[in-house]
């Protein structure tokens, strides 16, 4: 009671002298901080970069969910120490729902916030997602327009810039059998770009350009730094695996993890439990269960994690180990190739999109050694439509006719091709339409079309086809 006593007694004084020691000690603290911080707050523009955002490994999927395909990979540079990072390029909102009634926008809440306790399963704490739409097709040019490819790719180059990845792991950029989600490909195809753009102070410029006014609220450059990124690797997830072979790094997922004493092949089928409006929790029960087959469905979680190297910036060979060759402080900017259109003298027969773009794409970027990994081909239903896309290039000064000759397996039906008249300096775009049998036949299905002008073939092309109990619209 004594000290109460007091204070009421020299209340009054105690008020003042207090507000004399506080204002004092504002001032002295305003002096020592104008005289430890710059004069120029533009200067705090030199400060390093946040460091709770630096990554060893950056991971571009489309879904959540999808992140499944490297997470027993993923498990195992967790338990190296290195520090990875996530990216959804969209929400999932078009996929089914094993757990509940939400569809669409909803859907797409529902698995963003499963795709994070997933995620947060492995170790993986820094995740973005672009936000797009999932889009229902084969053909990855119509997931980037859905996606607002330019919106896209702008938020990719950033998250690349701002976690400054050695590697990024990413879906391959190529239509296979099996494996055949346009919004799969495009994330690969983005990736892919964001790898080669990164780096270059011209690409989205507005990024990587200092803040005005640094101390202040609303400013519209963002501060960050120009990153490249060393290497980047493919996986895919089709019904023939043979093409991986010699083209990249394969790591056991039977291995254990000494920090979990369970196989990467379990702590996958761990992560992937969490999704369990996609089937996780099917999984989750079987695993609880001890059921033996509990890694097997709905993928193998014990096979090998396969991965194709698209292309290293670095010293290293498609059979080393994704770290191999890297520099840990980083390297200078290697422009990507760039597209040049070839020069023709004479009509030409081309397959049409996406394998053309593709063939464009892979030139562009420097990564042509993927135009011979498989041949042209893709997946259709059972009784579904096959669409063969065709280009006639005519770079003459006059108009050809030109005639179209099908070939095609028993049991598909050929919609007739109508005869051509290609004007001059343009393409001419086409498509053979083809219905699939109403059985399943197994083996590959070769299609052939052959274009003629002039009395002389001007090129063929060929497509395999898979026929299947189910795929999404080509």
Known sequence: MKKLYCWRKFGSAALIAGAFVIFNSIACWAQESNASSPKDAYLANNRQPDARYKTDVLVVVAHPDDEVMAAAYVARLIDQGKRVTLVWTTRGDGG???????????????????????????????????????????????????????????????????????????????????????????????????FDLAGDPTAFPEQVTPAREPNQNMNRLEGLRVWQPQKIYYFSNPTHTEFFKGEGPEYSAADISPSRHVSYGQIAAEEFAAHRSQGGGKVEQALLAHQSDALEHPIPFNEPTRFILGKSLVSSTPSDDVFAGIVPTGIPFHRAPGYESPAISSPIFHMGSPWYFYKAFWQAHGIEHLTNLVPAEVTIPVAGSLNIPLIVDNPLDKNIAVTFKVQAPPGWTVTPVEDASVEPHSQYFLRVHVTAPATRLDGWQEFAVTAVSDGKSIGKVTLRVELANWALPQ
Request: proline share 6%; with cysteine; hydrophobic share 35%.
């Open 96 to 194: 089914t729902n094993d757990s509940g009634p939400e569809q669409a926008a909803a859907m797409g809440d529902v698995r963003e916030v499963e795709g994070i306790r997933a995620a947060t399963r492995l170790g993986v704490t820094n995740i973005w997602n672009l936000g797009g739409p999932d889009t229902p097709t084969q053909n990855p040019l119509e997931s980037l327009e859905t996606c607002n490819h330019g919106r896209c790719l702008d938020r990719l180059v950033r998250i690349v810039r701002l976690t400054r990845p050695s590697v990024i792991l990413t879906w391959l950029p190529v239509g296979v059998t099996g494996e055949n989600h346009g919004d799969h490909q495009a994330s690969g195809i983005m990736a892919t770009e964001a």
